[in-house]
């Protein structure tokens, strides 16, 4: 025991030396969600917050399978997880979901629509194919920003060339996306003069950015970059300047190519270009010799340099999973803007590099944390502001979570019993095909997301819900209610399937109320009260 | 500055309004509903807005000549085959294809001077939708949206922005679009036919299961709402809230309930239709309506072009102001005319005229505006602004000022102050009552 006691220590010692450790921060190797709940508890507790009780395992399986594999759950997995008293049940549940293929589709949805905003799309030779297969083989995030900036011609990485292919005419929207996407910083405002409120933004780092970037042009189905390049800009007072290659932290390479190409460069430009109407070419240009846009990859991970990027993704994968970041928003980290739980954030982004940016990892030691595991209510009225994560904040479900998990809110739940794991999963993907109709109409969520009455309108009188989902056909829901033998019976599995729970006895009594007043016409009757249900904001929101 | 346009009356809140109407706030179930945030509605907000100012847009898509209308330089190299004639206000004369607008051109304030510099169709409509260019990381809200956030009420029973656009031509050039502003909003968008998506009722439900199902709603969500809390969530039984009175709202697209002597002064055209119904709809409270005309763009046969469109829009433009002026509204709706640029003084090989954006005109009508007044001079050729020059910042400024809305006003993204217009962008004072 001693001997153990002793081994411990010197691991610890051991790990000190070896990050360079000169802060009070947990060691690393601890569990992240013990690190987690340590610090969001020190800061509630500091500042006498109490935070809302945990919440049930039916509103748990249900957040755990919105937020990992973008549905609800089925009334099968929400009976299995409700009934075990497995000690262990959590963890499993966890990781049989991050195991499914469809963890890889709906993270890599997620990751799209965080690098792409309104580009994101789908559909052959997409970024969202390529982050798909990235998920799927589990690469890690600093290989995928690799990828995505100096992307190749293998068919693994071809089509994440359209994440600056989709930029290339607009080298200001590339550099304002590439800062914002990875590093969580918002340039833009340095454009035009030194940030107004961030000492640390000044137009060199905006344009020392762009130098980086602004080699980048399009050649057939690949972006190609130049040898050479120069970026000017005219500062509010004094001359022009040319910009450096400069890094946000003000790191510097150095270059003999920041010149105007050459003639005959001009002229092996054009040629390549002209490849653009030939979209038979199989192979990139070749990568200059010194090529800029590499150098960014290089300075942004090397140790450094690389907090910027670990602290950004961390912050981004925190704010997917509680709805709001430790900084806030996103793409302002920045000295002025200081995170809710500095250290906390510090020691996550180390824990990550030290890690090799292992995404799975953060996402599971995340979800196993009680203070994601937190109730939505809040008794009293005093109720905690957003960053102490003491209350669990409502996510209005993205277009495809709403779209998938209707359709599995409208099938019959018998439909999804019985199967081997493989049949399920293929059942499961069926259900978000169907969905995608659907979510192409619905809006993306946003901070500070407000709902459009055009949603309710679609809901209310469009016929693509009322006939792709809330039909009664074979193997749908309501033609289960419709077999059902009493009223009661038939409105709590309208409330177990859709709401993921068990239906409370109040509910019941309501609802059966509204179907016996229509025993004339109960299949009717059956149709409005899922409307209901699936309208309601306990149906639209991850809670 | 601004301050002198807003008559104190207008902005007035009564102490025991503002009580009450926080009183009301503790009581709702939906506290975080009107909660302040970036995009609050409240209570007290509307009560503001009971002088509420409208907004009809003419636009004019693929760029409308100035030549043949607003700024003729008869006689002139440029002026291509028809004449300028005198208007009612002395010394104003617009093209002879306008005989009745120049029976009216007192109600109008005509801008001679843009210089908007973007004679590409897509990011210049873009531009003259929103009155700047949209930023690298950041999406601006259009006309359209601010006058819908700045007059509508959250708990409205009509929509907050409707467009018309039949056309296919130019369309996806300028949508609607209400950028940062979100969803909330979003433009109603008609295309293919004069009555909104999904304002009816599916055949399959009763309309009384329809209102009752509705009701059932509401009660589930409010065993929800209770402990919680979400601006988005608030968001979300508004919108069902309002699905009803937007229902109710359809007869507001319906032209035949109108008398047959009105619908005849706004003639038979689909212009003149969609022009009517837009009258309806600012009558019935909704703050932004846009009616767009496509195509202007005539690189080829301009003359001919302009012959067939000028007076439709001579028409529908002099019956929508007197519908106006007779129901006493026309101080509280301003129509505007805008295309993305203007054209080409120079007559191309095909008797066509190109885009230019480097000297054109539009109008604003009613409201806050001095009528009969013409500001911006174009040289005698028409080929430059000789004098009060205007970009699309000031010309939106001017707008907002006209409805007496501050266009230094901020909206926040995150922590990030955006003012309504770029910051130095001022309104164009001589043309503002």
């Known amino acids: 025991m001693r001997l153990l006691r002793l081994v411990l220590s010197g691991l610890a010692v051991l790990t000190y030396a070896a990050t360079g450790r000169t802060d009070d921060l947990p060691p690393a190797g601890r569990p992240i969600e013990s690190v987690v709940d340590q610090f969001v508890d020190a800061k509630m507790a500091a500042d006498k917050v109490t935070p809302a009780e945990l919440a049930d395992d039916a509103t748990l399986v249900r957040r755990l399978t919105l937020d990992l594999v973008g549905r609800i759950p089925t009334v099968g997995e929400t009976d299995a997880y409700l009934k075990s008293t497995d000690a262990d049940k959590r963890t499993k549940l966890i990781d049989r979901l991050m195991a499914s293929t469809a963890f890889d589709r709906h993270q890599a949805i997620q990751f799209d629509v965080m690098l792409n905003g309104e580009l994101a799309r789908q559909g052959r030779g997409s970024v969202r194919d390529y982050l798909t297969q990235a998920m799927k083989d589990r690469k890690p995030w600093d290989q995928i920003f690799r990828e995505l900036m100096l992307p190749g011609d293998t068919d693994a990485t071809k089509a994440a060339g359209e994440f600056l292919r989709a930029r290339v005419t607009d080298a200001d929207k590339m550099t304002n996306d590439v800062s914002v996407a990875f590093f969580g910083v918002n340039v833009s405002c340095a454009q035009c003069h030194d940030h107004p409120l961030v000492k640390d933004w000044k137009q060199d780092h905006f344009f020392g950015m762009k130098s980086f970037l602004a080699r980048t042009y399009e050649a057939g189905n690949f972006v190609a970059e130049r040898d050479a390049g120069v970026v000017k800009f005219k500062p509010i007072k004094g001359p022009e300047k040319t910009a450096k290659l400069m890094f946000l932290t003000g790191a510097v390479v150095e270059t003999d190519t920041l010149r105007e190409l050459s003639k005959d460069e001009q002229k092996k430009e ?32 090397q140790p450094k340099e690389a907090e910027f990027f670990s602290r950004s993704i961390v912050n981004r994968l925190w704010h997917r999973f509680f709805g709001s970041g430790l900084v806030n928003p996103l793409d302002q980290m920045h000295s002025e803007n200081p995170a809710s739980h500095p250290d906390l954030l510090k020691w996550l982004a180390r824990d990550l590099a030290a890690h090799k940016y292992d995404l799975r990892r ?48 409208t099938t019959d739940p018998k439909s999804f019993e019985g199967l081997k794991e493989s049949e399920f999963e293929k059942r499961i993907e069926q259900a978000e095909q169907a969905g995608r109709g659907l979510a192409s ?61 068990p239906a409370g006895d109040d509910e019941v009594k309501a609802l059966t109320a509204y179907a016996t007043e229509r025993k004339d016409r109960a299949a009717d009757a059956y149709k409005q009260i899922l409307w209901a249900l699936v309208t309601c904001p306990e149906f639209r929101f991850c809670h | 500055m601004f301050h002198k346009r807003c008559t104190p009356g207008e902005h007035a809140v009564g102490r025991r309004a503002f009580l009450g109407a926080s009183t009301a706030f503790a009581a709702t179930a939906f506290a975080d509903m009107t909660g302040l945030n970036v995009l609050g509605s409240s209570a007290l907000a509307a009560d503001l807005k009971k002088t509420q100012k409208r907004v009809i847009l003419l636009w004019l898509a693929g760029g409308c000549s100035q030549l043949e209308t607003w700024d003729p330089k008869p006689g002139a190299s440029t002026g291509g085959p028809f004449r300028a004639i005198p208007t009612d206000v002395t010394g104003v004369h617009i093209s002879e294809l306008m005989p009745q607008m120049a029976q009216r051109m007192k109600h109008v304030c005509v801008m001679r001077g843009l210089d908007t510099k973007n004679g590409d169709h897509g990011s210049a409509a873009k531009l003259m939708m929103r009155g700047r260019r949209d930023e690298a990381g950041l999406k601006y809200p259009d006309l359209g949206a601010v006058v819908a956030r700045e007059m509508g009420r959250a708990d409205s029973k009509v929509p907050d922005y409707v467009t018309f656009y039949t056309q296919t031509e130019g369309r996806s050039f300028a949508p609607g679009d209400s950028g940062f502003l979100g969803a909330r909003y979003a433009p109603m ?74 619908r005849d002064r706004y003639g038979p055209t689909q212009f003149g239709q969609q022009a009517l119904i837009a009258r309806r709809l600012v009558e019935a409270g909704v703050p932004f309506v846009r009616v767009a005309r496509a195509w202007w763009d005539s690189h080829g046969q301009n003359f001919e072009t302009h012959q067939e469109m000028v007076p439709e829009l001579d028409h529908v433009m002099a019956a929508l102001i007197d519908d106006l002026k007779d129901r006493g509204l026309l101080n509280d709706v301003m129509i505007v005319t805008l295309s993305e640029f203007g054209r080409t003084p120079g007559i191309n090989s095909s008797l066509g005229r190109d885009h230019f954006a480097s000297a054109w005109s539009s109008t604003i009508t009613g409201c806050g505006i001095k009528g009969g007044s013409v500001y911006g001079k174009t040289d ?21 000022a006209a409805l007496g809305i501050n266009p230094e006003k901020n909206y926040y993204v995150g922590s990030r102050p955006i003012p309504l217009v770029n910051p130095g962008v001022q309104a164009v004072e001589e043309v503002l009552l």
Do not use: C
């Open chain 1, 270 to 301: 054009k040629e390549a270009a002209d490849k653009k109407k030939d979209k038979t070419a199989t192979a990139a240009p070749p990568r200059p010799k010194f090529s800029a846009r590499e150098k960014l990859v290089e300075v942004a991970l």
């Open chain 1, 362 to 409: 953060l996402v599971r030691g995340i979800v196993m944390s009680k203070a994601y595991s937190r109730d939505s209510r809040y008794s009293s009225e005093s109720r905690p502001e957003d960053k102490y994560f003491a209350v669990a904040k409502l996510k209005p479900l993205t277009p495809q979570q709403l779209a998938t998990s209707l359709k599995i809110a």
């Open chain 1, 441 to 501: 109409l619905i809006a993306q969520p946003t901070d500070n997301f407000q709902i459009g009455v055009a949603e309710a309108l679609l809901f209310s009188n469009g016929d693509r819900v009322a006939k792709e989902y809330l039909t009664d056909g074979g193997g749908t829901l309501l033609a289960a209610a419709k077999a059902a033998k009493e009223p009661t019976d038939a409105v709590a599995l309208l409330v177990r399937t859709s709401m993921a729970r």
């Open chain 2, 189 to 262: 968008e008609l295309t293919t036919n004069n009555i909104p998506e999904y304002i009816r009722k599916l055949d399959g439900i009763s309309d009384l299961d329809h209102k009752q199902r509705g009701e059932l709603r509401d009660l589930l969500g409010k065993q929800f709402t209770k402990g919680r809390q979400s601006e988005t969530m608030g968001s979300h039984n508004e919108a069902y809230e309002r699905v009803r009175g937007i229902m109710a709202s359809e007869s507001l697209f319906d032209i035949s309930k109108e008398p047959q002597k009105v």
């Open chain 2, 380 to 400: 005698d050729k028409g080929n430059k602004v000789v004098a009060e020059q205007v970009d699309g910042g000031s010309l939106f400024a001017t707008i907002y």
